[in-house]
């Protein structure tokens, strides 16, 4: 069994940050991940990370896997299945393999939400969708809907408009108030746009691809497309054998130094009960957390 000082589980921007810095450490460490840049790879355009004016997430996050690559961090896609407690680490289990290591940081981010409607399941792929940034070009002279009142519904619209005639923007609330409010005036002043408040989809039509959403008010809207931005939650099944410690929403708890209830367990970015939740704040969670598992290994070594 291949044996680790870090197992790093995700490949977002706290995975991968916190890769940069254990290879300076010159710890050896590997990375696993289901996807490519996690969440943040989705965003159509970041404009508040240091460094670029704006920048695409998939653009952003290829520079974090380039630098990871470049100082030989390994990065496996692979899915976490379990992770077991040992006397002296922890046997990290894939569905290929089994790896062994003395810490580990759970970066894996969270899960995109979903309406749970009638239509929505059915339909996936065939007009609903999650992301814009991955799906909007498909929907070339079409009218869309966005469902959701954050950053990322304002930004998915916005970049629907690109290419669509008509996108609306359904809303359960009577105002924008989670989103930045420079998105806001993007989308105000955007012609292709409409914000419908007060609104929620509690329907998705159609046979073999959308067709229209029922909302709640009784009325129709005629689309050909959906896209559903409602946040996203911690899952986190595979840290059932550890005592890691959560909150009630089942965001994991950690303290300054990134350490979470289990001995040896660190965690970093959307995963932790951290309020702010940035590429950039990620991305310093998964620092601080290498920094302290690299003086923890240090002086587990001195003692022996």
Partial sequence: MEEYDLIIIGGGPAGLSAAVYAARYKLKTLVLSKTIGGIAATANKICNYPSYK????????QKFIEQAKALEVPIFYNEVKEIKKQKTGFIVSTKK???????????????????????????????????ATCDGVLFQDKIVAVVGGSDAALTSALLL??????VYIIYRKDKFF???????DLVENNKKIESLFNEE???????????????????????????????????IDFLSNLKVETDEKGYVL?????????????????????????????????????YNIYQEIKKDSQKS
């Fill in 54 to 61: 704006e920048i695409k997430g998939f653009e952003l996050m």
């Fill in 97 to 131: 393999t089994d790896y062994f290591c003395k810490k580990i940081i759970i970066a894996i981010g969270t899960v995109r939400n979903k309406l749970n409607v009638p239509g929505e399941a059915g339909l996936l792929g065939k007009g609903v969708s999650y992301c």
């Fill in 161 to 166: 408009a690109e290419y669509s005639p008509k």
């Fill in 178 to 184: 989670r989103a930045e409010p420079s998105w806001i």
């Fill in 201 to 235: 989809v509690v329907k998705i039509n159609g046979k073999d691809n959308v067709e229209g959403v029922n909302l709640k008010s009784g009325k129709t809207l005629k689309v050909e497309g959906i896209f559903i931005e409602v946040g996203s939650l911690p899952k």
């Fill in 254 to 290: 950690v303290d300054k130094t990134q350490k979470t209830s289990e001995k040896g367990v660190y965690a970093a970015g959307d995963i932790t009960n951290n309020s702010l939740k940035q590429i950039i704040t990620a991305g310093a969670e998964g620092a601080v957390a290498v």
